[in-house]
């Protein structure tokens, strides 16, 4: 069956350390999303690629970074200048730019020790 | 830009009683609207969405979503709720081809 997969599901991380999450669709769509989750806020928008090797931040994309070498990839870093990194991530897609027939991985909880 | 509030934090209703959750969007041209559900550390699912035509949109799980333009609200409603309803619910609009959320709002059924 074609979905999103995320991996790993729970991740822990040192202080100081940067950390690389797994998104993986292979529905053939061109366009993924980076959100954040945190209780009482919603998702808010890290990252977004509309198609291969392009991207461009989103509303809180400071201290993260992201890369879009293969269509069916767009892993998502979090870096050691990202003050605040414990929370729940998600990655989505869609068929193309302005459809929003998203589709959502199971998502990542991030924690920082 | 434009931007959802949900109002309601939690709601606690009764097995087999009505559900409503409310959505209100910011003022712009007719909004896409979207409302997705959470299952707890699972990923969301498209319940319903709204781009135009028939102001009552009918979902999947029952559910359904009636855009009112007056009230700029797009609330969410089922008849009879089941306990599987238990979830996160997000209201969403489109914005520059991108989705933005609202703060969710928690339901949890009592038998």
């Known amino acids: 069956d074609g979905g999103i997969t995320q991996s790993p599901k729970y991740l822990f991380r040192k202080e100081g350390q940067n950390v690389t999450l797994s998104c993986e669709q292979n529905?053939?769509?061109?366009?993924m999303y980076w959100y954040r989750q945190d209780p009482g806020q919603g998702l808010r928008l890290i990252y977004y690629?509309?198609?291969?090797?392009?991207?461009q931040k989103g509303d809180i994309a400071e201290g993260y970074s992201v890369s879009r070498e293969k269509k069916e990839s767009f892993p998502l870093t979090v870096t050691s200048a990202q003050k605040n990194p414990t929370a729940f991530y998600l990655c989505?897609?869609?068929?193309?730019?302005?459809?929003?027939?998203?589709?959502f991985g199971s998502g990542t909880r991030l924690t920082v020790v | 830009a434009q931007s959802v509030t949900q109002p309601d934090i939690h709601i606690t209703v009764s097995e087999g009683a009505s559900l409503e959750l409310r959505c209100n969007y910011s003022?712009?041209?007719?909004?896409?609207l979207f409302w997705y559900v959470q299952s707890p550390g699972q990923g969301l699912q498209l319940l319903l969405k709204?781009?135009?035509?028939?102001?009552l949109v009918q979902g999947i799980k029952g559910f359904e979503a009636e855009f009112k333009r007056s009230q700029s609200s797009f609330n969410l409603r089922k008849p009879s709720v089941h306990w599987s309803d238990a979830a996160e619910y997000f209201c969403?609009?489109?914005?520059?081809?991108?989705?933005?959320f609202g703060a969710g709002t928690t339901v949890t059924v009592r038998a």
């Open positions: 969403a609009v489109a914005n520059d081809y991108k989705l933005s």
């Open positions: 529905l053939n769509h061109d366009a």
């Open positions: 989505a897609s869609s068929v193309q730019q302005g459809s929003y027939g998203y589709t």
């Open positions: 690629s509309q198609i291969v090797n392009d991207f």
């Open positions: 709204y781009f135009s035509g028939d102001t």
């Open positions: 003022y712009g041209a007719t909004p896409y």
